[in-house]
């Protein structure tokens, strides 16, 4: 087991991970920017190293500050946390050549489902099922329309290099495609200096379901079940559970062995999300996630298993420590994304805060980097918080989290949590009746 890990991220994320080192009696040194020095996962790790200037880019994105840093401290393996370096293949080969060890999934693993349309080959030739689109990457206007045309509108132009909801437009008609194909390609070219883009069939009313997948990385694959993250806006999660109020004890066995089985044929090491869309029975891949997400903690909560432990066991080459007759769901478990933003705005708020209370008591678990008098800087995403319960049943779940977002005090700063609030009295939440263009058509509807 290795001795010290260097975290090369922030805020709550490295917070997290921090904690399971310890747990486990391992040393952990955190990375920060100019900005960050006054920030929590300096003052939790047991060393700290200043890595660049303010800019993202400058710091937790910086390769030759953050291997440097190991070598200074001596640690011997990174972890990438979520953003940031977690699925940049090239880092983890220059990771690998110092002789420090990525704990993660291999840069071929990484390279394969970075690539939307060669994600989606691999997940076809895996047998997982796909939402039905373009073969590989649309060249021109002419091809888009034509494959509007084969497969009916709506459909969706997608950006091959896409992540965080941005290079994706809908035409729901031909006369939509000219707009949306140049579009699509412009935000791809700005956002990720590739404008390849493919079509999919757009699905007008599905659930985002997610399995949570786990591989040893000696052909062993397991799955940690689903979550299902359709509450979103702009195609970002806000909202996200498990198990899924609508996914039967049979579904979950059927796609959660398709994933557990794709990764166990792949050799795939560490945790991984396979997303799916889910309407009328079907389920339909839309990308591999190789790496921790944001939303993890509901799938802690339901198998009583700690991912990130299971991460650094993997990378150090031991074996999992559970199989899949082990795991069991036990209750159910909600997160919500707590962001420094105006509401309903939803316009980024960085300042000071004068006043944090965490909620607490039984089955609440707030993991924040936030105190009293820290100040969010202006330079990082405004993820300040997630706020996860855990009860025996949904109900008991959603009564707990209206109880424990009463209890939270964040003073100084705007916050989404009166978003959490209003969604709450509404009957759809309570049903689990909603889609991924519920949280949208709500907004609109209200504010
Ligand atoms: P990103 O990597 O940018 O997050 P994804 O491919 O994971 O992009 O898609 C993000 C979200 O966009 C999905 O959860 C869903 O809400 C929407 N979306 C993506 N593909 C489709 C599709 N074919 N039909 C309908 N909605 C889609």
Redesign the pocket.
Known sequence: MFDKILIANRGEIALRVIRACREMGIKSVAVHSTADADAMHVRMADEAICVGPNAGTDSYLNMASIIAACEVTGAQAIHPGYGFLSENARFVEIVEDHGLTFIGPSAADISTMGD?ITAKDTAKKLGIPV?P?SEGGVPDLAAAKKIGEDFGY???V??TA???????K?ALTADDMEEAFGTARSEAKAAFGNDEVYI?????T?R?IEIQVFGDGQGNGVHLGERD??L?RR???VFEEAPGPCITPEERAYIGKVCADAVAEMGYRGAGTV?F?YENGEF?F??M?TRLQVEHPVTESIFGVDLVREQIRVAAGMPLSFTQDDLEINGHSIEVRINAETFPGFAPRPGKISHYHAPGGLGVRMDSALYDGYSIPPYYDSLIGKLIVHGRDRPEALARLHRALGELIVDGVETTVPLFHALLEEADIHSGDYN??WLEKWLDANY
């Open positions: 939307k939402v689109g709506p459909v969706i997608k950006a896409g992540g965080g909801g941005r290079g994706m809908v999919e069939k757009y699905l007008t599905p985002h993250c359709s979103q195609h970002q999660k997303e869309l339909y839309i990308e996630n991924i263009h």
